[in-house]
């Protein structure tokens, strides 16, 4: 498996859809999932871009990992107040998601893979 990119309609049926449940989180997903906002443009986007691939193989078939491009969804980075990128959503399957800012090692998202999403 690879890192998927998303749009907003995929968006809206895969992870959540906030027209229809505004302010309400509900996640469609069946396995956690890291969605990865980020621009083409953007030097530590790219940095975090290996390591995210590098993740979807190893924990292939445990979690999804999707990228979102922040110029082309822009109504997207503004539902979810994307003000600095890249900006990782942590998605468990039960609970609500985390935010983190910032180029991430990926032993920090190894430990919040294990923390926020297998709970292991």
């Known amino acids: 498996m690879s890192v998927k ?17 505004p302010g309400e989180w509900k996640f469609l997903g069946d396995k956690p999932a890291i969605i ?3 621009a ?4 530590p986007c790219k940095a975090v871009a290996p390591i995210l691939e590098e993740l ?3 924990y292939e078939g445990r979690i999804d990992i999707y990228k979102v491009d922040t110029e ?3 109504e997207l980075a503004a539902v979810f ?3 600095s990128i ?6 468990p399957l039960e609970g609500q998601p985390q935010m983190a800012q910032g180029a991430m090692p990926k032993t ?7 923390d926020i999403l297998l709970k292991k």
């Open 40 to 43: 083409s443009w953007c030097g």
């Open 86 to 91: 890249p900006s990782i959503l942590f998605i």
């Open 108 to 114: 920090s998202f190894v430990e919040a893979i294990n």
């Open 72 to 74: 082309k969804e822009q």
């Open 81 to 83: 107040g994307i003000r």
């Open 5 to 21: 990119h998303l749009t907003k309609a995929e968006f809206l049926t895969k992870v959540v859809n906030y027209e229809e449940n």
């Open 36 to 38: 990865d906002f980020y």
């Open 56 to 58: 979807a193989a190893e």
